[in-house]
């Protein structure tokens, strides 16, 4: 059995940092390789990825929208995951939720795997940043 746990949501203003956390826990993660990943979710738009990071360490992946602002990390426990946002707009209020999923075989761990693959999911963490 799988659980994802986020936390570090919060109120900041423009031009402000906050830091997400993710747990996954799994009895058995270090026996598998896992793409990682960073979700957002506006009211009334659809799911954005955010970024993405394979647990080997591979190079991580980040959104257009965010890049140059937000990192993607794993922690020395590999079942973490880190997201450092600088430099936040309004247009990031959203929630934020972590995905993790098995490594897809004959596939890869980018912006583009298909959802379906992240067959895990946290409960989110709202993310709300004023002007």
């Known amino acids: 059995q799988v659980h994802v746990v986020e936390s570090g949501g919060g109120s900041v203003q423009t031009g402000g940092s906050l830091r997400l956390s993710c747990e996954v826990f799994?009895?058995?993660?270090?026996?598998?390789?896992?793409?990682l990943g960073w979700f957002r979710q506006a009211p009334g738009k659809a799911r954005e990825r955010v970024a993405v990071?394979?647990?080997?360490?591979?190079?991580?992946m980040h959104a257009d929208s965010v890049k140059g602002r937000f990192t993607i990390s794993q922690g020395n426990a590999k079942n973490t995951l880190y997201l450092e946002m600088n430099s936040l707009k309004p247009e990031d209020t959203a929630m934020y939720y972590c995905?993790?999923?098995?490594?897809?075989?004959?596939?890869?761990?980018?912006?583009?795997?298909?959802?379906?693959?992240?067959?895990?999911w946290g409960q989110g963490t709202q993310v709300t940043v004023s002007s």
């Open positions: 990071i394979d647990s080997n360490g591979a190079a991580a």
């Open positions: 799994a009895s058995s993660y270090r026996d598998y390789r896992w793409c």
């Open positions: 995905a993790a999923g098995y490594y897809p075989v004959g596939n890869s761990c980018t912006l583009l795997t298909p959802e379906p693959y992240f067959q895990y």
